[in-house]
């Protein structure tokens, strides 16, 4: 998927601003940029520059001035992307950005391709396949925990975790191979009861590191937050207040919402994806019913239930039942869920009997007046802090799932075999297939379609 052009981006965002930066990078793009490039100080060419130099000069297009810039030099090995590179930065007029660039094609570059810069990292072996994706990762972060998952995973630490798993069973799997030149000899290079005990082992790591996808695709994506209760409860005026702007149509009329409304909002660096909801009831207007039913597929989706209701007509006895249906339906244990009394300003006082709930977590509110709002986010923000982020090899990323989905499986397959007494020529290709699977991760084993996919989802300059 390499060749030995030199290729060329504008790599800041589409439209004018102080200052833009194009990007070049292939063999020959010192001298292609000396080409249009003169230093104020020396007035020498740049084409000899050594790596990490800082030029300040004019941009020179058929004899003419287009701006003062300033161009980086980076020499092979030690730039982005394994070979030489410039990059420019110039002011940031969107005429200025595309006489340069039409300019370094004239001289000899051509345009670059979605994530090309980063895929020649990858094949010039700066970064591994799964530091790559994470680069996309760490541009699209729009909060601090989205932010740290990438550039985690950018530094290396999932990459390491993998290899070493990968590694662990590299060595026997030498060994499994070793038997099969020897078959006919009926020897056993590779202890069958070690290589069940490491099998267990890098099983049990699988299962934990898919199952933190859990986590780390909703810390990604936003943790999915649903609003429900009855209808008329306060929950779109909740909503808004949580959001602090009128994103939902508050009504007096029961069952205003007919359509999950969502909006995503960053606390205290934790995106969180507030669900405003249809209201749970029974109804004979069928496109309420759908809303309804949305509902109920948004509670399943959340990660955390906001169950909102009107203190003033609910009984402690109909709430404590609205709890242990809540527990029955919504049993899982990642799942949590805050009861939410709202529309306390209308109260006269406060019924006791709400007391004898105190081991549940009632947060008392007045939507409309934005009263204890604040209670609410503490207390999404003490569930979040009490998760086990994972260290450095928590997964959020779907190939990598699904690559640790089916090396698991195929572990599985290896150690039944195993325990089955299955000749090695029967268990050997299971074998190969996890370690293929592993290293795929990290993009030891790959394919020009998986790269295809993975770069074209890159923006242009990176």
Excluded at 363 to 377: H, P, Q
């Amino acid at each position: 998927m390499n060749d030995d052009s030199t290729i060329v981006a504008i790599s800041t965002p589409a439209g004018r601003g102080a200052i833009a930066m194009i990007r070049a990078s292939g063999k020959h793009a010192v001298t292609v940029a000396s080409k249009i490039f003169l230093s104020k100080k020396s007035r020498k060419s740049i084409a000899e520059a050594q790596g990490f130099t800082l030029h300040f000069g004019d941009l020179i297009i058929d004899s003419e001035i287009i701006d003062e810039v300033l161009l980086t030099v980076f020499r092979a090995p030690h730039s982005y992307t394994g070979e030489d590179m410039v990059e420019i930065t110039c002011h940031g007029s969107t005429y200025i950005q595309q006489c340069i660039v039409e300019a370094l094609i004239g001289a000899g570059c051509r345009v670059a391709e979605p994530g090309e810069f980063t895929l020649r990292a990858f094949l010039n072996g700066r970064i591994d396949l799964s530091q790559a994706e994470a680069v996309a990762d760490l541009i699209a972060s729009t909060s601090k925990s989205a932010h740290r998952i990438a550039i985690q995973q950018m530094r290396g630490g999932f990459s390491k975790k993998i290899e070493q798993l990968r590694q662990r069973l590299v060595d026997f799997a030498s060994l499994i191979e070793l038997e099969l030149d020897f078959s006919d000899e009926d020897v056993e290079f590779a202890d069958r009861k070690q290589f069940l005990a490491l099998l267990d082992e890098i099983g049990t790591e699988l299962s934990w590191l898919i199952e933190s996808f859990r986590l780390g695709n909703v810390l990604k994506h936003g943790i999915p937050v649903a609003i429900v209760g009855k209808p008329n409860v306060g929950k779109s005026t909740l909503l808004n207040a949580l959001l602090n702007e009128e994103r939902a149509i508050v009504s007096e009329i029961p069952g205003t919402t007919r359509d999950a409304i969502e909006d995503i909002i960053t606390i205290q660096g934790v995106a969180f994806r507030f669900i405003d909801t249809a209201g749970l009831r029974q109804s004979q207007d069928s496109i309420e019913n759908i809303g309804i039913q949305r509902t109920h597929e948004k509670m399943n989706q959340a990660s955390i239930i906001l169950y909102v209701f009107d203190i003033n007509e609910i009984t402690p006895i109909e709430l404590s039942e609205t709890i242990d249906e809540l527990k029955e339906t919504y049993s899982q244990p990642e799942k949590q869920i805050i009861l939410i009394g709202n529309k306390i300003d209308q109260l006269i006082e406060m019924p006791q009997e709400f007391g004898k709930l105190i081991e549940h977590e009632i947060i008392f509110i007045s939507a409309k007046r934005k009263e204890n709002i604040n209670l609410i986010i503490d207390s999404l923000i003490s569930m979040v802090q009490s998760i086990d982020m994972g260290g450095d090899s928590l997964v959020s990323n779907v190939r990598h799932l699904q690559a640790l989905i089916q090396a698991k499986q195929a572990i599985d397959a290896v150690q039944e075999g195993l325990e089955q007494h299955i000749s090695t020529d029967l268990v050997s290709p299971d074998l190969r297939q996890a370690l293929h699977y592993l290293g795929s991760i990290t993009g030891q084993v790959t394919t020009d379609e998986i790269l295809g996919n993975i770069f074209s989802k890159f923006c242009i300059g990176k």
